[in-house]
């Protein structure tokens, strides 16, 4: 994911990577021709002449010539260097999941107001073209929704050393599923009550989260058996129409057939990146991806986490 932040910010203007940490043995070039994890995206090539080149992050934090700060760090890291990062000046972007816990989301907002500095979470599918296709969607068909699902999973990922530590990423859930489930927060607020149950043999949910007035959203998927695909789906139903995402594409059903549905072009990481810059340039909170719903994310996902541990029980939600 660092590499692909990185490729994002080369391709604005006037914007400078003025430095980088990485704790990698390996020459950063190297370890960014070999990154990817998941993403099936073309290797980054970059020229790392002219950046500062720091082992630890608290030494980069200090450069007063840094503006802001993207922490592409396992999560359990996230809380330490925003908070650092934020106290000493600079704006931040950090990777989903937020952090482990709703404390430590709190202390990190609590940071960011207290130093007037913009906090970001970067949940990029706020910024996919298929998922802003799905948000017009459901406004449109607000009052009118029966049914949404979305679904999410892969093989475990044994490529990373710490991505498989439930210590570390929060497992599955946090890691992976919470974009599914930052989008249903975005779309429909909070649910009245949740209750999930185990999926697979390694760490997946099969959960159905309840709304006032008898919306039922489902959430499935997770870390599969190592090796398997990647795949990403929705599918979102009115009384009369339904929309859904499939790996063929994104199609539209209203009655009289499915065809293929139109959607905005753009690379949705650019979108992201490019949105968090003009933060910082203005110094406006961002409205459209605000740490609060992240934090909200994180409490949700710890919700269904506790609802699987006790093998479905229904829990209710603070709204």
């Not at 020459?27 to 080149?53: C, K």
């Not at 890691?175 to 927060?185: F, G, M, P, S």
């Not at 959203?217 to 090796?227: A, D, K, N, S, T």
Request: charged share 25%; proline share 6%; net charge negative.
């Amino acid at each position: 994911m660092g590499a692909t932040h990185l490729a994002a910010f080369a391709k604005l203007p006037d914007v400078q990577v003025t430095g980088i940490s990485t704790q990698s043995g390996r020459s950063l070039a190297e370890h960014l021709a070999h990154a990817g994890g998941n993403l099936d995206r073309p290797p980054t090539e970059f020229d790392f002449s002219g950046v500062r080149q720091w082992t630890h992050w608290r030494e980069m934090i200090l450069d007063p010539q840094i503006d802001a700060v993207d922490i592409c760090l396992p999560t359990d890291l996230h809380t330490a260097v925003a908070i650092a990062a934020l106290a000493a000046g600079k704006h931040v972007l950090c990777e989903k999941p937020m952090a482990l816990t709703a404390g430590d989301c709190e202390r990190m907002m609590a940071t960011a107001r207290e130093h007037n500095r913009v906090l970001m979470i970067a949940h990029v599918l706020r910024f996919w073209p298929e998922y802003e296709a799905l948000h017009e969607f459901v406004n449109t068909h607000r009052g009118r929704l029966r049914s949404a699902k979305f679904a999410r999973s892969c093989g475990l990922p044994d490529w990373s050393s710490w991505l498989p530590l439930e210590a570390r990423s929060g497992g599955a859930l946090l890691d992976l599923l919470v974009h599914d489930i930052d989008q249903v927060l975005l779309l429909f607020g909070m649910p009245e009550r949740v209750a999930a149950m185990p999926l697979g043999n390694v760490d997946g949910i099969t959960a159905t989260l309840n709304y006032q007035g008898g919306l039922d959203v489902q959430i499935e998927g997770g870390w599969l058996l190592p090796g398997s695909p990647f795949s990403m789906a929705f599918e979102a139903r009115s009384e009369k129409e339904l929309l859904e995402l499939t790996p063929d594409g994104l199609f539209m059903d209203e009655g009289r057939g499915r065809h293929g549905v139109q959607k905005s072009e753009g690379d949705a990481y650019d979108s992201e990146i490019g949105y968090f810059v003009e933060c910082c340039r203005t110094g406006n909170a961002p409205e459209r991806c605000p740490p609060e719903q992240s934090a909200q994310a994180v409490d949700l996902a710890l919700l269904l986490k506790e609802s699987r541990a006790k093998g479905g029980e229904p829990i209710k939600c603070s709204v």
